[in-house]
Nanobody, 123 residues
């Protein structure tokens, strides 16, 4: 079992940056692949980025490529999403997710989810 808690969300102006953190608890965190997803009001949850458990491979949605960076520090049981050049359309609740098997953009593949953190980007 893994418990996930996101933090780092907030309100920024367009062009600004935020770094989201996902703190995990559970002895086998380092064995889990991690993903970040987001959900805007009235929209379906969408994939943002994923990273393998060793951090050797990353995968980004087209909307995140070149602006967002996913990383992890297994010694700190934490995954990160560095977001730069934020746009109003990035406004959403951001969720981290974990799974021992999947490395995917499909949200239902992930077994464990955090509660989310709000990101609001104003123009």
């Amino acid at each position: 079992q893994v418990q996930l808690v996101e933090s780092g969300g907030g309100a920024v102006q367009a062009g600004g940056s935020l770094r989201l953190s996902c703190q995990a608890s559970g002895r086998t965190y380092s064995w889990y692949n991690m993903g970040w997803f987001r959900q805007a009001p009235g929209k379906e949850r969408e994939f943002v980025a994923a990273i393998t458990w060793r951090g050797g491979r990353t995968y980004y949605a087209d909307s995140a490529k070149g602006r967002f960076t996913i990383s992890r520090d297994n010694a700190r049981n934490t995954a990160y999403l560095q977001m730069r050049s934020l746009k109003p359309e990035d406004t959403a609740v951001y969720y981290c997710a974990a799974d021992p098997d999947t490395y995917s953009d499909y949200d239902l593949s992930y077994d464990y989810w955090g509660q989310g953190t709000q990101v609001t980007v104003s123009s």
